[in-house]
């Protein structure tokens, strides 16, 4: 069965810091690889995502992520923080193949932003 | 943009009582899903629907959940006697195709009291 980690429950940075928040994944093949961000009282807004392909991508607000196959890892990166960013963060693998067509979602990191 | 719409934004029930969740999905999509996450926990999968039947369901889709596509554009979900740990905040997502992105409404608070 697919399985999503994010290790990091909370991290706090200041504005204008890098970002990296770590999604590891369990899966039988090529995954489909997702990175939402969900703002209090919002639903889940896409960030990017990964098909195939050059194994860097960019997402909208300026976010990427690296797709590494050998560590089974799909970091979400962001060179400066906005205060805006200030969110919850979940990364998604799916959906596994055919007949099945769910996402799986990590826990989530809660990504706070010190002015 | 189009997005997926989900109403109410927050519902209130007695245990017991049936709730109806409506979602409109992206008018082009083909798939249809919800989710629940539970207050403090992550998103969990539900349903798929395509082609006006169930496509593939969780252990959590028990016999007191249903989904209807009742016309061209909603789509709901029913849970026929909410239960105190049905409170959780549902969504909705639409794809155009099995293996295409996931659109997400903000989804339906609910709260079984």
């Known amino acids: 069965a697919q399985s999503v980690t994010q290790p990091d429950i909370h991290i706090t940075v200041s504005e204008g810091a890098s970002l990296e928040l770590r999604c590891n994944y369990s899966y039988g093949a090529t995954p489909y690889l997702f990175w939402y961000v969900q703002s209090p009282g919002q639903g889940l807004q896409l960030l990017l995502k990964?098909?195939?392909?050059?194994?860097l991508v960019q997402g909208i607000k300026g976010f990427e992520a690296e797709f590494k196959r050998s560590q089974s890892s799909f970091n979400l990166r962001k060179p400066s923080v906005h205060w805006s960013d200030a969110a919850e963060y979940f990364c998604a693998v799916g959906p596994s193949g055919a007949g099945s067509y769910q996402l799986t979602f990590g826990k989530g990191t809660k990504l706070s932003v010190i002015p | 943009e189009p997005e997926v719409t989900q109403t109410p934004s927050h519902q209130v029930t007695q245990m017991g009582q049936e709730v109806i969740l409506r979602c409109v999905p992206i008018s082009n999509h083909l798939y249809f899903y919800w989710y629940r996450q539970i207050l403090g926990q992550k998103v969990e999968f539900l349903v798929s629907?395509?082609?006006?039947?169930?496509?593939?369901k969780s252990e959590i889709f028990d016999d007191q959940f249903s989904v209807e596509r009742p016309d061209g554009s909603n789509f709901t979900l029913k849970i026929r006697s909410t239960k105190l740990e049905d409170s959780a905040m549902y969504f909705c997502a639409s794809s155009e195709l099995a293996k295409n992105i996931q659109y997400f409404g903000a989804g339906t608070r609910l709260s079984v009291l």
């Open positions: 990964y098909f195939s392909g050059d194994t």
């Open positions: 629907f395509y082609n006006n039947e169930i496509s593939e």
